[in-house]
């Protein structure tokens, strides 16, 4: 058997054989394009070893050297580097189908709400910017990664922060209203001409929505 000159990568975590030719990949890079593939490898195969060297290299029988090439060959070219670097090059020649083409593959693989919003400032895709923006405010600050917090920069996560404690706060009264007077949260309810405000979690999405989308397209 023979490495292949181009996908035996010395990092390489799983391995493969197609054909005469043993391919060497990152499992993290497979998974990344298809959750069945990531279920189908970490389910024990019941051959020990299988698929951690080239003596145990996983057999794909019924596939040659020439289609799983082909294969591997679309996988590493459709990582988010290789992408982010085709939409960088697309915009800067105006060439409007491969910017589509990019931004296409990049919504359909594993991104972060944070390195959406990025993405969306660097490269004008305003688009991604409302789901991003929820995504973030609707979950605790702890689940923001450092490196979220650099792509994000020192004002953009200020706005989110403090978007993350208005929820918080709107619903924590909220609650207690209604737990007190026996209403259903979210509702508006009278008693006399009291009423429970509606659920303001829509209009802290949007007015937040709204402040990140002018900072981010300015």
């Known amino acids: 058997m023979n490495q292949h000159p181009m996908f035996w990568f010395a990092d390489g975590n799983i391995v493969f054989q197609a054909g005469d030719m043993i391919f060497c990949l990152h499992k993290s890079i ?3 394009h298809s959750q069945t593939l990531e279920t189908i490898l970490t389910m024990p195969s019941g051959v020990e070893g299988d698929g951690e060297n080239s003596n145990h290299a996983i057999f794909l029988e019924g596939i ?3 289609e799983f090439e082909h294969f591997v ?11 982010t670097a085709i939409l960088k090059i697309s915009q800067l020649w105006m060439i409007e189908n ?28 305003p688009g991604w910017i409302p789901h991003a923006t929820q995504a973030l405010i609707f ?10 917090v650099s792509r994000l920069g020192l004002r953009m996560y200020s706005i989110i922060a403090k978007a993350c404690e208005m929820v918080k706060f709107a ?7 209604a737990g007190r007077l ?13 009423s429970i405000p509606q659920n303001p979690w829509p209009s802290v999405a949007s007015s937040t929505t ?9």
Do not use: C
């Open 73 to 83: 060959s679309w996988v590493y070219h459709h990582t988010i580097a290789s992408l």
């Open 64 to 66: 040659s050297m020439d």
């Open 210 to 218: 709204l402040l990140i989308s002018h900072t981010l397209m300015d």
């Open 139 to 148: 979950s605790p600050l702890s689940a923001i990664s450092d490196g979220d």
């Open 171 to 177: 619903y924590q009264i909220n609650t207690n209203i």
């Open 98 to 125: 491969s910017i589509q083409w990019a931004i296409t593959n990049l919504e359909q693989l594993d991104l972060s709400p944070a390195h959406k919003l990025e993405l969306a400032h660097k490269y004008t895709i």
């Open 182 to 194: 026996g209403f259903t949260f979210g509702g508006t309810k009278l008693l006399g001409s009291f």
């Open 30 to 32: 497979l998974f990344m």
